[in-house]
């Protein structure tokens, strides 16, 4: 008889602990864009991620409660009923400066509504701010013909830091929807990608958006394709049947996911990933 084979048991996932930094500067890069950079001592704790898609989850805690940063969520999960949990808000990483020991994050202010968006479009340099990840892990792919990026202006952190990690001679198009002229910045591209701005209007509607129908107009090339597409979910949705259904893309070259829901804070967008309406892939 052989001797039994030990049974080796994984150790548990150590989560990142969440870290705690500062606003060290602001900057508004067009109408409804705000640049945050973020520092201080709890850089040290940030452990940094090569993707060009990586985010982190800014937790946000009704001050009423008194809360001291950085959240432990484990502890005050024990502590604290879910509905008076610190909430999360997702954002990329547009860069990180290891000398500088900074990150730099770029919010959408999208108006009165949500805590991300109005919080960013008033924060002062010193303000606290506390966060985990990053997760995160697409890379442009230099072998593919050619690369197809699209987005709204959640997406434009995540499609600037691949456009520059592309190599110089990388083809593709990058369609970026934004409200208007007054929201396009420099991109820094490859010769060849074409960078296209379209201009929906000031206000994003399930009628006004226009990115969906640019991508399906675009003609299509030839080639091994790498696609990256983000932001609202139905627009996402509409891309995800052209691209696998009419133009037969291997889901294995596409990075397709929603970055946020019309009509829905993040709380009910995340809670409706286990559910049909929630999911850009049918079968996933
Ligand atoms: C992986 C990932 C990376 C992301 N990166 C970024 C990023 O770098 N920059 C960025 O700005 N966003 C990014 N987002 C999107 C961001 O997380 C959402 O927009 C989030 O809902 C904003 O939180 P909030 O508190 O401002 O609004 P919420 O409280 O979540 O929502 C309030 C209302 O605002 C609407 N809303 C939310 N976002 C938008 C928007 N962009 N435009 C118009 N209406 C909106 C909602 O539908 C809802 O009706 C990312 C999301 C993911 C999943």
Redesign the pocket.
């Known amino acids: 008889m052989s001797a039994p084979v030990p049974v080796r048991s994984r150790p548990p996932r150590q989560p990142k602990p969440p870290v705690l930094m500062e606003v060290v500067a602001t900057e508004r890069l067009s109408a409804h864009l705000v640049r945050l950079t973020l520092g201080g001592p709890g850089f040290e704790v940030y452990q940094d991620r090569d993707a060009t898609?990586k985010?982190i989850k800014l937790m946000f805690a009704d001050p009423a409660l008194g809360l001291s940063m950085p959240y432990d969520m484990e502890q005050l999960r024990e502590t604290l009923p879910p509905e008076k949990m610190p909430v999360r808000?997702?954002?990329?990483v547009?860069a990180v400066d290891q000398e500088a020991g900074t990150l730099t994050?770029?919010?959408?202010v999208?108006?009165e509504?949500?805590?991300?968006?109005?919080w960013a479009a008033q924060a002062q340099v010193g303000d606290p701010v506390t966060f985990g990840g990053p997760g995160?892990m697409f890379n442009p792919d230099p072998e593919v013909d050619w690369h197809l990026l699209a987005g709204?202006?959640?997406?434009?952190?995540?499609i600037a830091s691949a456009l520059e990690a592309m190599p110089g001679s990388a083809s593709g198009i990058a369609i970026i929807e934004v409200a208007g002229p007054e929201d396009e910045i420099p991109l820094s591209a490859p010769e060849g990608i074409e960078v296209r701005w379209l201009h929906r209007g000031d206000i994003?509607s399930p009628e006004s958006t226009k990115l969906a129908h640019a991508v399906i107009e675009t003609p299509w090339r030839e080639g091994s394709v790498q696609v990256f597409a983000?932001g609202?979910r139905e627009m996402v949705k509409d891309l995800r049947r052209y691209l696998s259904d009419v133009r037969g893309v291997d889901r294995k070259s596409m990075s397709l996911?929603?970055?946020?829901?019309?009509?829905?804070?993040?709380e009910a967008?995340q809670a409706e990933k286990s559910e049909p309406i929630g999911q850009i892939f049918p079968e996933a």
């Open positions: 898609d985010y808000r997702t954002y990329t547009r994050v770029d919010f959408v999208h108006g509504q949500g805590l991300a968006g109005p995160g709204d202006e959640s997406a434009i952190p995540a994003f983000h609202e996911s929603a970055y946020w829901a019309y009509g829905r804070a993040e967008f």
